[in-house]
T-cell receptor, first 114, second 110 residues
Framework: DGGITQSPKYLFRKEGQNVTLSCEQN?????MYWYRQDPGQGLRLIYY???????QKGDIAEGYSVSREKKESFPLTVTSAQKNPTAFYLC?????????????FGSGTQLSVL | SQKIEQNSEALNIQEGKTATLTCNYT??????LQWYRQDPGRGPVFLLL?????KEKRKERLKVTFDTTLKQSLFHITASQPADSATYLC?????????FGAGTRLTVKP
């Protein structure tokens, strides 16, 4: 069953702590994305990667870091430098080979600060 | 700067009516535009894609238009149903990354 999996569904962060959100896909997609969504707001791009070992900053990359060591995986670390991390985080992937291809999204991770 | 604007934050309509949502963009030259549906607490789900050389695209009760001169796309849901209540997002591809509008929250009342 192909898809994109985010874990955990809910995550709590203590002050000064780094936390990592997992995103795994078995769709064989080259491109992967991380978005942040605040209540009543649209999706804002944090980072994206079009190929293994390469990634680019989006509009709100400060306080976040990513890695893309494997095609299937694109974890997002929310560092202690991100002062307002409470939000809904969405991971997505896309097949770059097929032009115009749609994004497939995971079910999201809700991050809250303790 | 580049912007994607969905100029209705919320739209309430009566069941059976046609819902029309607007997406405007500036400083983009998109080859295509996409529309997604998002339910609360879930990830968006792809609905329709329209290319720059297509004026209109239909899928069941959904219709999308794309006017590259006006830099605008309209998204219509005909014979709306309460189950259509959700947030609808438009999206553009720009240099490899997908950018989204803020979305329009549609409520269809019985």
């Amino acid at each position: 069953d192909g898809g994109i999996t985010q874990s955990p569904k809910y995550l709590f962060r203590k002050e000064g702590q780094n936390v990592t959100l997992s995103c795994e896909q078995n769709l064989n997609h080259d491109a992967m994305y991380w978005y942040r969504q605040d209540p009543g707001q649209g999706l804002r791009l944090i980072y994206y990667s079009q190929i293994v070992n390469d990634f680019q900053k989006g509009d709100i990359a400060e306080g976040y870091s990513v890695s893309r060591e494997k095609k299937e995986s694109f974890p997002l670390t929310v560092t202690s430098a991100q002062k307002n991390p409470t939000a809904f985080y969405l991971c997505a992937s896309r097949d770059r080979v097929i032009a115009n291809e749609k994004l497939f999204f995971g079910s999201g991770t809700q991050l809250s600060v303790l | 700067s580049q912007k994607i604007e969905q100029n209705s934050e919320a739209l309430n309509i009566q069941e059976g009516k046609t819902a029309t949502l607007t997406c405007n963009y500036t400083n983009y030259s998109p080859a295509y535009l996409q529309w997604y549906r998002q339910d609360p607490g879930r990830g968006p789900v792809f609905l329709l894609l329209i290319r720059e050389n297509e004026k209109e695209k239909r899928k069941e009760r959904l219709k999308v238009t794309f006017d590259t001169t006006l830099k605008q796309s309209l998204f219509h849901i005909t014979a709306s149903q309460p189950a259509d209540s959700a947030t609808y997002l438009c999206a553009l591809l720009a240099s490899g990354d997908m950018r989204f509008g803020a979305g329009t929250r549609l409520t269809v009342k019985p």
